[in-house]
């Protein structure tokens, strides 16, 4: 039995203190990477409340944590989505994981990105349980692990319902709408981009450089696959296919690296490709496209595999749930709007199940991954409103 509920600022500043940092890359040795220590704390949270909860491995280390709030087998089920894991606290210039509060804002690692939110949905879950609102849709409060670095936390969420075997025992069918938390500034997105990423390799023969004629240049082959994806770039720019609200997709070259030295013919050099999707684009179809834009040249050119694939989200099958949102927001915060914006989210993958997925939460994405990360106390009060009103009032849409 609950006597009195955390403030959503109380659970921020807890969350802050535990750190949950994605490795991206970095040695995992040390008390601040990966989930564990947050789906421990969250699984106690959730038991506290008397929901029902599960932990699902993901990686080692990293679990997703769902817990369930059933209002009636009848009645819709809303996901609310949130990730765990922050991004690393390098040339921080506040104490990373020592929350504090000053002049209406709480500052450290997550505080916007994405653990105020969470805090926010946290505050909510908690007051369907004290309230029991009678007319309320059901919940499931994902915590995802691994959104900022490759998002297997949310590819391994949406095959619980979309798999043959699913990890979960509880959610074995879809939602009827997900809401994923992301700083919007209490707006609704309803489309951004995608993005992939691949690398493109070109292989020759090593020879001296007095003798050329014995060698094949692996750098001159890759400028010709650059020039040749130049020109795709270039055509990207000045395409006529726009998404209202996403604009136009983009190709950039982000990276090259090739030769040993100045003396020796290269027989290796490698670039990175950087392509943003807009809603509409299948990632698959494009990354196809773009390696048979080298077929030509034969297997003297390799495209690896994409190491990130995140598709776009599209405004196609979630405008009656971003407008029956719209109105709790606008109840609760005043006058906020549907938008379009160019960073990615879960969204777009649990809305490629068929799920009619918006993304809505508290504070801006310009204070994510900021050296003084902070948020507005007064947006995580009114999020934290906006969330338990939509779901209490039944999650009604047109
Ligand atoms: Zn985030």
Known sequence: MITQLASPAELLCKLISIPSVSPMGRDVDGEIYLEHRLSDWLERYFSHLGADCERISVMPGR????????????????????????????????????????QGRIYGRGAADVKGSMASMLH???????ERPRNAANV?????????????????????????????????????????????????????????????????????????????????????????????????????????????????????????????????????IDRRLIPGEEPEEIYRSLCQAFHDLGPRVSCMPPWLVSPALGDDHNASLASALLR?????????????????????????TGVPTVVFGPGSIAQAHTV???????????????????????????
């Open 63 to 102: 679990d997703n944590v769902l817990a369930y709030f059933d209002a009636g087998i009848d009645r819709p089920t809303v996901l609310w989505d949130v990730h765990q894991d922050t991004v690393p606290v390098d040339g921080m210039t506040i104490p990373p994981f020592t929350p504090k509060e000053h």
């Open 372 to 398: 003084d990360e902070w948020i507005d106390v007064t947006q995580l009060n009114a999020a934290a409103e906006i969330y338990f009103r939509f779901v209490a009032e039944g999650a009604k849409t047109d």
């Open 124 to 130: 909510a879950f908690a007051r369907l349980f004290q």
């Open 140 to 272: 499931i409060l994902s915590c995802s692990c691994d959104e900022e670095a490759t998002a297997e936390g949310v590819r391994h969420l949406v095959a619980y319902w979309t798999g043959q075997r699913s990890a979960s025992q509880r959610l074995v069918t879809a939602p009827t709408f997900a809401i994923v938390a992301e700083p919007t500034n209490l707006d609704v997105v309803v489309a951004h981009r995608g993005v992939l990423r691949f690398r493109v390799i070109t292989n020759g023969h090593a020879c001296h450089s007095s003798q050329t004629e014995l060698g094949d240049n692996a750098i001159y082959t890759m400028a010709t696959v650059v020039q040749r994806l130049a020109k795709i770039a270039r055509e990207l720019e000045s395409s006529l296919t726009v998404h209202p609200r996403c604009g136009g997709a983009r190709l950039s070259v982000g990276r090259i690296a090739g030769g040993t030295a100045v003396n020796i013919v290269p027989d290796h050099c490698e670039i990175e």
């Open 328 to 352: 709790a927001i606008n109840e609760v915060a005043g006058k906020h709007e549907a938008i379009g914006v160019p960073f990615c989210t879960n969204a777009a993958m649990i809305s490629s």
